[in-house]
């Protein structure tokens, strides 16, 4: 939500840039993302991309391994000494010994770690034991917050990802859907906010600015869910999904984003008996039977 106190620290771009081409009140994106929380509201922007691309060394932290293994793929074949902290699609964990190995290589070259959430500890402790201290050496990003502020409650390494934020020097907490903070420490640090402006112009013959889709989270899983499935359909077909929302309309609401991606998965939608007919009726079929999920992705209140 939009922070009228925090009016100073808007970030306007024009339809068709992304934020490395910003050079706008002291911000220089390309030299890596600002202190604070950074509220990219839209998907796509290149927010991760600003950090890889910087000439500093750098902790980026992903709510999941997939993401955090294919980030540090990427940006390795577009030249950037990137490296993977976390178990990889073959099951396989870093070791301390490789992240050590990597870094007596590579610690003058602007290094880059891509980090499973759960790894950040093993990841600071290997560059304490090599001499480093990460908390002055390297800059922090937290991407997708808000996923690893949700999932807290049931990865018990997640939480620390918050503690060690808060001792880094260069820190970035970084969401489209951003929640809000109950640790006073992180509520308090600046935040900056994006805006888009469009080609469109209103009756005044003013620039409107780009709206989001929407604001509510579930939307955000949703369009998140089609990118998984979009990006490697064939990969990915046999692997299911269970969300569970607190209204029937977010279901639905979820369901117009699926339909509107003309994701190949396959969908189906749960209700009490109370609500069963309030639900799109095109997906109110399939009951879990056996423990088995009947689609690849499966609502339910």
């Known amino acids: 939500m939009f922070d009228q106190k925090n009016a100073g620290n808007v970030i306007f771009l024009k339809e068709g840039q992304y934020l490395r081409d910003l050079r706008v009140n002291g911000l220089n994106l390309s030299t890596g993302l600002p202190n604070g929380i950074f509220n990219k509201k839209y998907p796509g922007m290149g927010a991760t991309y600003c950090e890889f691309m910087a000439d500093r060394p750098s902790i980026i932290v992903f709510p999941f391994r997939s ?91 997640l939480p620390l990802c918050f503690e060690y934020f808060k001792l880094f020097k260069s820190k970035c907490l970084v969401s489209a859907t951003p929640l809000e903070f109950s640790d006073k420490k992180l509520s308090k640090l600046t935040k900056y906010y994006l805006e888009v402006i469009t080609n469109e112009t209103d009756d005044l013959g003013n620039n409107r600015s780009r709206d989001k889709q929407r604001s509510e989270p579930h939307v955000e899983i949703a369009n998140k869910i089609a990118d998984f499935y979009e990006n490697d359909w064939e990969k990915n077909k046999d692997k299911k999904f269970f969300v569970g929302i607190n209204h029937i309309q977010g279901i639905n609401e979820m369901i117009e984003v699926l339909v509107k991606r003309e994701t190949k998965a396959t969908i189906s939608a749960f209700a009490s008996s109370n609500s069963d007919d309030k639900l799109l009726k095109e997906y109110n079929r399939d009951e879990i039977q056996d423990q088995k999920l009947p689609s690849n992705i499966n609502l339910t209140t």
């Open 67 to 157: 993401l955090a293994f294919e980030k540090a793929q990427n940006y390795k074949k577009k030249g950037r000494n990137t490296f993977f902290v976390g178990t990889d699609p073959n099951n396989e964990s870093t070791k301390e010994r490789d992240i050590r190995d990597w870094y007596k290589v590579h610690k003058g070259q602007f290094p880059k770690f891509s980090v499973v959430a759960d790894s950040i500890e093993k990841v600071v402790d290997t560059l304490k034991g090599e001499g480093c201290d990460p908390y002055k050496e390297f800059s922090l990003v937290l991407d997708e917050v808000e996923l690893l502020q949700m999932q807290s409650g049931f990865r018990d390494k």
